[in-house]
């Protein structure tokens, strides 16, 4: 059996309930013959030390990826030479997004992206599941790149309600298109962020319970809806003033760094944020 150490890892974090188990899925993109695709790797307890999937970057070294046309395998620990080996390769439909859902008319190859090294979310992970990225086929444009990274339905779920959030408000300058030099909402802003937040609901007929002040951003004096991963339609007559219920107290009790005049408007990198 031949194998390649072409590979890249990519994103993971997704443990997988067995009953013999806890495995954690990895997601690499494997490069043979200068052709990139996409395989998904189940890996055992056991074979690596406790912890190991939420260091930043890993550190465990993995096995050689036998080559062939699969997309899914696990890696287990050899009981013979006790050595981490890739094993089960199949290949499976994967959960993915429905296509029928895919409004927008423009199509990226994910293996010519081009990736940047930047801390979307402040919080050092750098995943390709949100990344900064530009791409030859958009003139080089640095865009917001956030994807289904695992094919699972919580990811999938999420990522949908993205895409029907985003085409719901296209053209109506409710979400981020491309946008240069943003901030974040300051405490005395919470009008504003309403007035946007019921916009959004007027508009687009969706509801947003993710509405912390951080998926609010600011441009000369106008405010912006991120993060569509929770919208969704109205369970209820009450869904959308729950919605601004919730608005008001993550304005109360969230931390702020109400800057004043020290906080200007080039604090933050503009980005395009689109679903492909």
């Known amino acids: 059996m ?18 013999v188990d806890q495995r954690v899925m990895l997601r690499f993109a494997v490069t043979v013959d200068g052709k990139q695709t996409i395989r998904y790797i189940e890996v055992d307890g056991g074979v690596y030390p406790e912890g190991w999937h939420w260091e930043e970057p890993i550190q465990v070294e993995f096995p050689p990826f036998p080559t062939g046309n699969w997309n899914k395998a696990r890696l287990s620990r050899d009981p013979r030479s ?35 090294d930047a801390d979307l979310k402040g919080d050092g992970e750098t995943t390709d ?4 990225v530009s791409h030859p086929n958009n003139t080089e444009r640095k865009m917001v790149m956030k994807i289904m990274a695992l094919p699972k339905e919580i990811e999938r779920d999420s ?17 981020a298109k491309f946008i ?12 504003a962020c309403r007035q946007a937040l019921k916009r959004f609901h007027r508009k ?25 991963g929770m919208a969704g339609p109205p369970t209820n007559e009450h869904a959308f003033a729950r919605d601004l219920e919730n608005l008001k107290y993550f304005f109360e009790v969230g931390n702020f760094s109400d800057g004043g005049e020290g906080e200007g408007e080039g604090d933050y990198d503009g980005y395009e944020d689109e679903e492909y």
């Open 82 to 116: 006790g050595q981490p080996y890739i094993w089960n390769t199949t290949r499976v439909n994967l959960l993915g997004i429905d296509r029928d859902l895919l409004w927008h008319s423009r199509a990226i190859e994910y293996s010519r992206l081009v990736k940047y």
């Open 180 to 191: 240069w030099g943003v901030r974040h909402p300051r405490r005395d802003e919470e009008e």
């Open 204 to 228: 687009a007929g969706l509801c947003h319970p993710d509405n912390i002040a951080g998926n609010f951003i600011v441009k000369g004096g106008r405010v912006y809806i991120i993060d569509f």
């Open 2 to 19: 031949s194998t390649t150490n072409n590979f890249e890892l990519l994103s993971g974090h997704y443990e997988v309930d067995t009953n």
């Open 159 to 175: 990522i949908t309600n993205e895409i029907r959030a985003y085409k719901a408000v296209e053209g109506l300058e409710i979400a």
């Open 129 to 132: 599941r949100l990344m900064l």
